[in-house]
């Protein structure tokens, strides 16, 4: 497929849709190499998926080295933040808990990149953003609920996954997880804005942050090698949803808003909750699924071509 041939807001929707189905596969993956540090997860998950990313991009990377250069300030940046990322998203999960850490995280990003907008490129809030957004944060509290409370249920007490400075500490974590991401989504679509092609971005500020990540992976990753299913593990989180997933992104980010980027994004956590019933044996509760069908309402209010105004339509006639 060459995704040139795809423009549009709908297309670029859809990339970031599919991403978004691939990054849902992340959790479950992760349940089977439990003895693998959250940090370790994430190192070796984005930092090798980086580093892929920048390898298949060695070329534009070379013929847009300039520009690149000329943007040293906004790369950095988007690096940094590729490089945080991992690293408080799967640790805001192992303190918080699977449900709470992904909601926060993947839930708070449209806010955050909106912000982002808001104040750096005076963007200001479109309807329809604001109604997908609202659909969608709520559908993703909705399932956070509904998995605590199943959670609980099936514990005896109303917190079983740590005390309550570790469930502080989660949500915390969680936030900078999406603050992080809300950054490097708008530090690539920013780049990509101003006329560099995608596979460069995505290549630069993934493969530079992939670096970051080496040292992390050097001090936590020997668990990866202490069994094969460990090792399987990690290569499939940094090759499908890492690798492919950010492909897929960089696609969608030359295409949409880093805000409707994000927002599209917490069909993640929809996936995540399938995944979870299917593959793992989890059970949710009716109102998981309320919030799931909310989550897939914002989705079609952010996916679904908008119809030409009746003043453009009469414009157009009239010429």
């Given at each position: 497929m060459k995704p040139a041939r795809y423009q549009g807001t709908t297309w670029g929707a859809l990339f970031v849709l599919a991403a978004s189905v691939l990054w849902g596969t992340t959790g479950t993956a992760a349940t089977f190499a439990p003895e693998?540090?959250?940090l370790a997860i994430g190192a070796a998950a984005m930092g090798f998926g980086g580093l892929l990313q920048a390898a298949i991009a060695a070329r534009p990377m070379l013929a847009f080295s300039p520009s690149l250069r000329g943007n040293w300030a906004t790369v950095g940046l988007g690096a940094l933040a590729v490089a945080l990322y991992p690293l408080a998203f799967y640790s805001s999960m192992h303190l918080a808990g699977v449900a709470v850490g992904t909601v926060v995280s993947i839930g708070s990003a449209?806010?955050?990149s909106a912000v982002v907008e808001r104040v750096v490129d005076k963007r200001p809030f479109t309807r329809r953003w604001t109604v997908g957004a609202v659909l969608g944060v709520s559908g993703?509290?909705?399932?956070?609920?509904?998995?605590?409370l199943a959670e609980a249920g099936n514990s005896g007490e109303a917190r079983a996954t740590g005390s309550a400075?570790?469930?502080?500490?989660?949500i915390a974590l969680g936030l900078l997880a999406g603050l992080t991401y809300a950054l490097y989504s708008w530090?690539?679509?920013r780049l990509i804005s101003t006329g560099l092609p995608s596979r460069a971005v995505m290549g630069t500020v993934f493969g530079v942050g992939g670096l970051m990540l080496m040292p992390v992976?050097?001090?936590?990753?020997a668990p990866f090698l202490a069994s094969p299913q460990n090792f399987a593990v990690g290569a499939y989180m940094a090759i499908v949803p890492m690798f492919a997933g950010y492909v897929l992104f960089g696609w969608g980010l030359a295409r949409v808003r880093a805000s409707t980027a994000t927002t599209v994004s917490l069909a993640e956590t929809v996936v995540a909750a399938v995944l979870a019933v299917v593959v793992v044996g989890e059970?949710?509760?009716a109102l998981a699924w309320v919030g799931a069908a909310l989550i897939t309402g914002s989705l079609f209010v952010l996916t679904l071509p908008v119809a030409p105004s009746r003043r453009r339509l009469m414009a157009e006639v009239g010429r």
């Open positions: 693998v540090s959250p449209p806010l955050a993703a509290v909705l399932l956070c609920l509904a998995e605590g400075w570790e469930s502080s500490a989660g530090a690539a679509h992976l050097a001090a936590t990753g059970r949710l509760p």
